[in-house]
Structure formats: C-alpha cells, structure tokens
C-alpha cells in the first residue's frame, strides 16, 4: 500500500507542471539542496515563448513592489506539513454542524484549506489589521518551518497560545511600516483567491492608512478588471470636535470578483418604502404600477412626433428631448394600456413601470450609510448587551454590515469565509440571514490565539484568548436567534418550532491548527537510524481522531463532513461522508475488520503502518480487499 503524504502540495511544483504541459521544451532538470534530480523551468526558454519582445532589467515598466515581495510570492506557494486538530469540548453541536471555526496563523490554515476547499468558498469577507500603529500585525519567519518558528520565536506560552506583547506593534517610525503589513497581507491573499469559486467574491475592510497599498496588491492578485467598488462606510455619526483637522467617519470596503463575467450581484432586497410608490389608480389586473418619465434627451428627430391624448390635447416632447419610443412602438404601448395620461386623460404621457415586472433586487450604492447598515458605536453597544453589558472588543463591525455582503453575492446554500474573525460577526450575520430566509449557508472562520490582556475584563471573566470570546459570541448569538424565531411563530406552533431548532445550524466545530501529527521520521526516514526508524512515527499526545481530521485533509474531505463512529470485532473504525472513507488506528487489526471493512466498498480505506495483528493478516490484505472491493484506494500512516 502507498503512504499518504500528509503535507499540503507544492504549488510551485503544480506550477511547473502546468507550464510544462504547454511548452515541454521549457522542462529541463536540476539538482535540489539534497543533491536529487528534480523537475525546473528554463526561464530563458520560456520567456521566447511568451514574446518577441520581453521586457526585463532596467526597462521602464508600470509596476508595484516593496522589499520582500518576492519571499511573500514564495511562501503563498511552500506547502505545509501542519494540521487541524479537533476541539469538540469547545464545539458546539460537532457532530451534526456544518460550520467551522478555526484556532491559528490564517496563512497556515490556509494552506490546509487549499486542499480541500479548492474553488469552493463563494464569499470572503476580511477586517485585517489596519496597521495604524498599534494594530497587530502578523510576522512571517521566512527562513523557518512554522513548527520552529512556533517553538523558538517566543511568541507562544507552553500551551500554545500567543504571547500579543512581544508581537503587536508596528509604529510608523518602523522604517518597514508598510513593508511589514503588506508581506502579511500579500501571501494570505494569493492563497484565499485559489479558495473562492468562479463566481465568488471578496470584501476587504480598511481605513485609509492601508486603501491604496490593498488596492494595489488586490490588482495585482485579482486583476484590476475583476475590481467591483471601493465602498465608503459611514462608520460614525458624529463628530469628534477634538480632532485638529477633520474628524475621518468612515471606512473603504475594497470588492473584487474572482471573475467579473461570471459573478452576478442579487441585489438589495426592495424596501416597503420603495414598494410604497407603486398604486393602481386604473385597476390594471396586472398590479401595482408606478409612472415613469416618456421623455429622453439629446433629440433624436425619428422620435418626434405629436401624440394625442384621450382627452383630444395634442402633446409634442420638450424642446432638445424626444420620446422613448417611435410612433409605431408607442402606438403598441398605448393599446396595451402601458401608457398613463393623468386621471383626466390629458396629462403629459407616461410609461407605466409594474412591480412586478422590476427588477426586484435593487443595485447598490458605493455608500453605506450608517442608518442602512449600522456604525461602530451601535455594534459596540450591541455586542455588550449580548455579554451582558460586558464590552469584550473595541470597534467590532456591525451584523447589518457584514450581512449586506450576504444578501448580494450569496445563494442560500454558500459557503462564506472570514480568516481575520476577531470578534466574529460574520458568523453571527451568517446565521442571522439563514434565519430570514430559510439558508443553509455556511461559515468558516480563522483567527489566531491571541491572549486578552491580563488587565482585561475578557482575562477577569475567564476568556484566556480571542478565540474564546469568539466562540462564546457565536453561541450566544445563534441561541438568541433561535429564541427569537421560536417566539415569532407562537407557542401553539410546536411542530414548526421543532422544525426550525433542526433546520436552523447555528453550531460550529472548533479546529486548532497545530504542528503534524506524524513524527520526523515519516516525512525524512533516511535521516534516522536503524533503532529509530521503527518506533512508532505517530506522536504520543495524538488521538485517533487528530489523525482522522489530517487524513480528511489528505483526502480532500470537507472538514465539516459527517463523522460516525463503528466497533468492528473490538476495534474503533471511523465512517467519514457515509462511507466515502473508512479509517481505523487501532493495532492488532484483523481479517474479521478487514474483511468487514472491504464489504462495505468505501472510496478510500486508511490506517496505520503497524495496524495488522500479523504477517498473515498482512499478506491477506490485499486479496481480501480484490475479493470484496478491489477498487477501494488503501493507504497507510
């Protein structure tokens, strides 16, 4: 049997391949650090393919870089041998939800989502650090794994959890100000492109100290002709007279599409104040209408013409207009009765407009007042009346906000990402939507451990990190929805109560990103002795189910799938995806649970190397699996 990889793939080597099958003759070899052949590209080759004329070296060229650009393209592409690890204390409802809440470094995390939600994500909703000064601001370890960076930056505590006062502050006197937030930014965006569908869509909140610097890298990873709107958020509604120059009330929303021709915007849903405008003075069975103006400019001298009312007044267009319509169009929207000409009949001609013939999502503006979609101060006093009156988190940004992203790019089944969550809205606004109406969208939030000031409310009321206010929002947001559904359909309704608190996910699976499961010598065997290489190559302090989640990952398995647990002849044997996978850690496995398992024909069958009870189980593992389920694909840890 083959041995699953258990790392995440080389993008670059994926890459290669790809311009290799365009122009072979580009492909040549090279010998890597360990002195092994490995595949390469002539670039000298490739660029007399690409033009005639190249442009390199001193030539002037539009371009945008910075010191460490090209080590930030790197490290978007080097692959990772990290895992998610299963929280199901912190959970809520673990078997049964959808959606996931992740523990860690966004970038790494990332990596791992790559595999197994692969143009899959139809929204991303980001608030990064606004790298104000005070911010925090991610710091990427270029020349080490993020194991050692893990263990020797000083950054974490034994447990695990960061350490925000030896990594918060990026002062504007640092000479590498900007240079620092754009090598966070830069490699977390190249991957979460490869994450969004087709028809998928990205909103990045910022303020001004950063607009320009994102717009410039979300060109040059999204393309520019992808850009939607730079939204302004009106994010206050007073001013702050202690400000010498101008007291800012807003924030930029950046919008791209992952491809312009294939997205398709929704719309906002109408209001009963713009319904409120649609009558029907004449009775017309088709319904409610509003009038509209029959008049257009510049002149167009085939659309001149005199008409006559009902009333016998003959009426020509304003001088410099004429009419929407030709005679011979507009004599057809008379005889339909599209035409309106006042209640007496003599009034200027209008065009009827139905309600139901509009469009009925309304295109948005690239203004969000305040009184549409909330400020800061009205979601800061919010989210502290749901902690009982405990204010958790400064500025958080308002549900209404977040949920407006929703209602335009989304369809009810979505999947929806935030891998800067901080005090997580997007979930919140995620379920509050699905509650409105009837979705099943999902939620994948990341957010890396940082701990609350030992100063804080947060530390006096128990929450160690971010991650935990968190989580404890999500519950207590998805509890207070349910409530209010319930209490809008009535007590007497107990059957649609009970169909709503079934339909309605507002749980969540917790992951922590943590170093892999696997010891050294599963990925570097030439690199130890005899004696070692056959000590057990799984890390003592894992369970069956850590390994299960990286196996997921390995086998491109949503991490939110269905997970049941089986006792086959004594032994724990995982059901993932109704039997897509079946897995089994125990030792001393069998024929009896080898056998059962190749009865039940699963797509892929993993377990340890040292999972067989003998040799004989052993040299009977593959007939057994040709007798029952040949095509079944075995690997082991």
């Not at 607009?211 to 302004?232: P, S, T, W, Y």
């Not at 020509?316 to 004599?331: A, I, Q, V």
């Not at 009205?378 to 958080?396: H, I, M, N």
């Not at 206010?469 to 009970?498: H, N, P, V, Y």
Request: aromatic fraction near 10%; charge should be negative.
């Amino acid at each position: 049997m083959e041995k699953l990889n258990m790392h995440t793939q080389d993008v670059a080597n994926v890459n290669i391949e790809k311009i290799g099958q365009l122009f072979p003759n580009c492909l040549t070899e090279r010998l890597n650090e360990n002195g092994k052949p490995e595949m390469a590209i002539d670039f000298d080759k490739l660029k007399q393919e690409l033009s005639k004329e190249i442009v390199e070296g001193n030539q002037e060229r539009y371009q945008f870089t910075w010191p460490g650009k090209r080590e930030a393209m790197r490290l978007a592409n080097t692959p990772t041998n990290m895992t998610l690890r299963p929280d199901r204390e912190s959970s809520v409802d673990f078997d049964n939800t959808e959606n996931l809440y992740i523990e860690g470094d966004n970038l790494e995390v990332l990596k791992l989502l790559r595999e197994n939600y692969l143009g899959k994500v139809k929204m991303i909703y980001i608030d990064p650090p606004y790298n104000t000064g005070n911010d925090f601001v991610y710091e990427d370890d270029f020349s080490q794994t993020a194991g050692e960076f893990k263990d020797k930056s000083g950054m974490f505590d034994e447990n695990g959890q960061m350490l925000l006062q030896n990594y918060e502050v990026n002062a504007d006197s640092n000479g590498r100000f900007h240079t620092d937030w754009l090598n966070m930014m830069y490699p977390r965006l190249k991957v979460a492109k490869d994450l969004l569908r087709e028809d998928g869509v990205i909103f990045m909140s910022i303020d001004d100290n950063e607009a320009k610097n994102l717009k410039n890298i979300a060109d040059e990873i999204f393309g520019a002709h992808n850009f939607l709107a730079q939204v302004v958020w009106e994010r206050a509604f007073a001013p702050i007279n202690l400000k010498k120059h101008f007291s800012v009330s807003h924030d930029y929303i950046l919008v791209y599409a992952k491809d312009i021709e294939s997205l398709s915007c929704n719309g906002l849903p109408r209001t009963n104040e713009a319904n409120g405008r649609y009558s029907n003075p004449d009775n017309d069975p088709r319904g409610v209408w509003t009038s509209d103006n029959s008049t257009v400019g510049p002149e167009i001298k085939d659309k001149v013409y005199p008409i006559t009312t009902p009333g016998g007044k003959t009426i020509l267009p304003p001088s410099g207009r004429c009419w929407l319509y030709t005679k011979e169009r507009f004599d057809e929207m008379i005889a339909d009765n599209r035409i309106w000409f006042g209640s007496d009949g003599n009034n200027v001609p209008r065009v009827k407009r139905f309600l139901s013939e509009v469009k009925q999502g309304v295109t948005p503006m690239s203004i969000w007042k305040y009184t549409e979609v909330g400020h800061s101060q009205d979601a800061s006093q919010k989210l502290k009346k749901l902690f009982d009156s405990k204010a958790y988190f400064d500025y958080p940004k308002p549900v209404e906000l977040i949920k407006r992203c929703i209602q335009l790019y989304t369809d009810k089944d979505s999947i929806i990402l935030d891998f800067f969550s901080g005090s997580a809205t997007t979930a919140h606004s995620v379920i509050l939507q699905n509650s409105e109406d009837n979705g099943e969208r999902k939620f994948i939030l990341v957010q890396l451990a940082e701990l609350t000031d030992k100063r804080s409310e947060a530390r006096k009321d128990g929450y160690e990190n971010i991650c935990q206010i968190g989580e404890e929002r999500i519950r207590r947001a998805g509890k207070k929805i349910l409530e209010e559904m319930k209490a809008k359909q009535g007590e007497a309704d107990l059957f649609t109560q009970q169909e709503t608190e079934h339909s309605l996910d507002i749980g969540f699976r917790v992951l922590k990103l943590d170093t892999s499961n696997m010891q050294d010598v599963y990925y570097t065997p030439e690199k130890f002795t005899e004696h070692t290489l056959f000590e057990d190559n799984v890390k003592p302090d894992r369970t069956a189910e850590d390994l299960l989640f990286q196996v997921m990952l390995e086998c491109n398995l949503p991490l939110s799938a269905k997970i049941e647990k089986k006792t086959i002849a004594g032994k724990e044997v995982f059901n993932v995806n109704d039997g897509y996978l079946l897995a089994c850690f125990d030792e001393d496995v069998n024929e009896t649970v080898i056998t059962e398992v190749a009865r039940q024909k699963p797509y892929y069958f993993i377990m340890r190397d040292k999972s067989l009870s003998s040799d004989q189980v052993a040299d009977n593992f593959e007939q057994i699996f040709n007798a029952y389920s040949k095509d079944t694909i075995r690997r082991i840890l």
